[in-house]
């Protein structure tokens, strides 16, 4: 990152609100409850997505605002997705193996 | 260019920096780099459980994830959620009393921290007794009361549930050593708005398995709980 990079992006000096902290916890205590509530009805199939979603939701809330990526460099950015996209890799390759697998037991 | 010279007498600079800007921008990057190795860590685990619960490879394994579920306390897992979450606000309201240099509501943030990790470990460890008594331990006395073709799946719930929750625990454990260390530098003053970013890695670190926590939650606690008889 050259000198002229940092200086333009100011990320240092960025100071997030106390209100904002505050309604980002207020958001995942309701996310939190609404965790609870989907898991006690019967979507079907759709419970498992369900669920996953809120969570996603809750952990792009405390990534962007609690650690403050928002206001971050684009370098961080990139290097948070890319954790993401090797993650997928990981269960993609993997998956493609064990269930491409005959086998009737383990 | 005044700034610059400001920087450079800074006691908190490293002479391997330009300036504190630098510095903290190295720093947070480099913790961030550290997270993408602990995604990857805990990675395999949630692989793992995907796979099984599927019952791609054992079918039998997609009613023995509810059942063995139905063991867990669900009013125990939602109070860990909230006093974790609540750990994650009194960390981040920490870096904004570092930030706006207010050193005494810095150090009660941090103590707040250190007061929900504890609580937490508290009750991880109240529910791992529970299974204990239960016989809920993987091993050789794991012992399943339910439908007998359901213990073998139960059992491997059992394992990715304490591999899991005590990967997580233990990531708390050295996360309270952390705050215990920031308190202490806290309390020596080592903080100002120039130079807060040890609060700020620490931080890091602190939401991140706040994180992992908020996916274990549904996955381990609410397997369709309305199906318990």
Not at chain 1, 44 to 63: L, Q, S
Request: charged residues 10%; proline residues 3%.
């Amino acid at each position: 990152m050259s000198d002229q990079a940092y200086e333009k992006e100011d990320f240092s000096h960025h100071v997030t609100s106390q209100g904002t902290y505050f309604a980002i916890f207020a958001a995942l205590m309701v996310l939190t409850a609404l965790t609870v509530w989907v898991a006690f009805q019967d979507f079907g199939a759709m419970n498992v997505p369900i669920a996953f979603a809120i969570a996603a939701v809750k952990a792009t809330i405390v990534i962007l605002f609690f650690m403050h990526v928002i206001h971050s460099p684009k370098l961080t950015g990139v290097i948070l997705i890319g954790s993401i996209v090797f993650l997928g890799i990981l269960f993609v390759l993997t998956f493609s193996d064990y269930l491409t697998r005959l086998w009737s037991m383990v | 260019m005044s700034e610059h010279a400001v920087n450079a007498h800074h006691p908190a600079l490293r002479h391997h920096f330009d300036d504190l800007k630098q510095q903290h921008a190295a720093g947070t990057l480099g913790m961030w780099f550290f997270l993408v190795t602990e995604i990857l860590f805990f990675g395999p685990l949630f692989f793992t459980y995907a796979l099984f619960r599927s019952g791609s490879l054992d079918p039998s394994f997609h009613q023995a994830f509810i059942a063995a579920s139905h063991h867990q306390n669900i009013k125990l897992g939602l109070t860990n959620t909230i006093v974790l979450i609540a750990s994650s606000l009194t960390v981040a309201l920490g870096v904004y009393f570092a930030q706006t240099n207010k050193k005494k509501a810095l150090v009660w943030m941090l103590v707040l921290t250190l007061i929900c990790g504890a609580t937490f470990l508290v009750i991880k460890g109240i529910e791992y007794n529970e299974h204990f008594e239960h016989h809920l331990f993987p091993g050789d006395n794991f012992h399943w009361e339910g439908a007998p073709e359901l213990a073998r799946g139960a059992q491997m719930f059992y394992i990715l549930y304490f591999c899991m929750t005590g990967l997580h625990a233990l990531h708390m454990v050295i996360g309270i050593g952390i705050f215990v260390y920031i308190l202490m530098r806290a309390m020596r003053n080592d903080f100002s708005p120039d130079y807060y970013v040890p609060v700020e890695v620490s931080g890091l670190y602190w939401h991140f398995v706040d994180i992992v926590w908020i996916f274990l939650f549904p996955m381990l606690y609410l397997i369709d709980p309305a199906s318990k008889h």
